[in-house]
C-alpha cells in the first residue's frame, strides 16, 4: 500500500471507557459566544494537569495513514467526529471513506450548515446542532445565517440516526427559543430525538431540567445528560505528550 498523504485538520483524539473514540478538527468560521473552544481547545473531561501540559503545545494535524493506525492500534470501532466542525475540512469525505473501509463508523457532530447527501450517507449517526432558529438571533449568536442549516435538517432530520441537539444557556439561548427549536424539530420529525446540552460555562443548570420538563410537553423525545458522579477520564491517543 503507498502511504496517504492526506491531511486532515484533526489535531486531539480522546477514547472513552466504551472503547469509542472523539476527534476534534481544528476548523470552524462560526464564532459562537458560547462555544467550548472559548473554554479549552482540549478535551475538557482529561485531568487538569494533563490539560495544562497540552496547553504549552501547539496543535499538530494527523495524516490520515496515522489517524488509522492510531484508531486501529486502540481497537476504536466508532469514532465521534467534532470540534470544531468537521464538514469544514476538505478531507472529511475522504476520512470517513477510508475509516468505514477500516471497520471504523463515524458519528458526526455538526451544525449543518454544510451537510449533505454524500456525508450523510457516510455517518452511522449525526448531531445536529440548531442554535436558534430567529435568524436575527442566530447571526448575533453565530456570525452566521441559519438558513442552510434549517434546509438541511428539512433534509435529512427525518432519518432516526439524525440527533437534534440546541444547548441552553439563559440570557443567550433561553427555554423561549429552545421551545422554538423543538417546534421546529417536530415539524419535521415528531419521533425525533432531541438533545438540549447545557453551555459549559453555566454554572447552575437548575433551569436546565425545568426547561427540558417543558419542552418534554412539545417534543415528548427530549433528553438532556445528567453527569452523576466523577466517571473515568478519557485515554489521551493523539498528541502524545
Known sequence: NKPCRLMST??????????????M???????????????????TSLPEATIKTL??????YV??????????????????????EPTQDPELKAIMRLMKENG???????NGELLDEEIFQLSKGITFSIKAIDEAKHIKLTGRSNRSVLNNYQRFGNDEKVVAETVYYPNIIGCEEVQKIAEFVHSVNPRARFRIDPAVQLRDKSGLKDCVEKIRLIHENTYYFEFAGKSKPPKLLYPKI
Not at 484533526?10 to 476527534?23: C, K, N
Not at 478538527?25 to 478535551?43: L, P
Not at 496547553?55 to 499538530?60: A, D, L, Q, T
Not at 471504523?104 to 455538526?110: A, E, M, N, Q, R
Request: hydrophobic share 40%.
Open 25 to 43: 478538527f481544528d476548523v470552524c468560521d462560526w464564532r459562537c459566544s458560547y462555544c467550548i473552544r472559548n473554554v479549552s481547545s482540549w478535551c
Open 104 to 110: 471504523i463508523d463515524s458519528w458526526l457532530i455538526t
Open 55 to 60: 496547553n504549552r503545545i501547539e496543535h499538530k
Open 63 to 84: 495524516n490520515v495513514d496515522e489517524l488509522l493506525k492510531i484508531l486501529k492500534e486502540n481497537g476504536v470501532k466508532l469514532a465521534f467526529l467534532g470540534g470544531g
Open 10 to 23: 484533526i489535531y486531539h483524539i480522546v477514547q472513552f471507557e466504551d472503547g469509542s473514540a472523539y476527534l
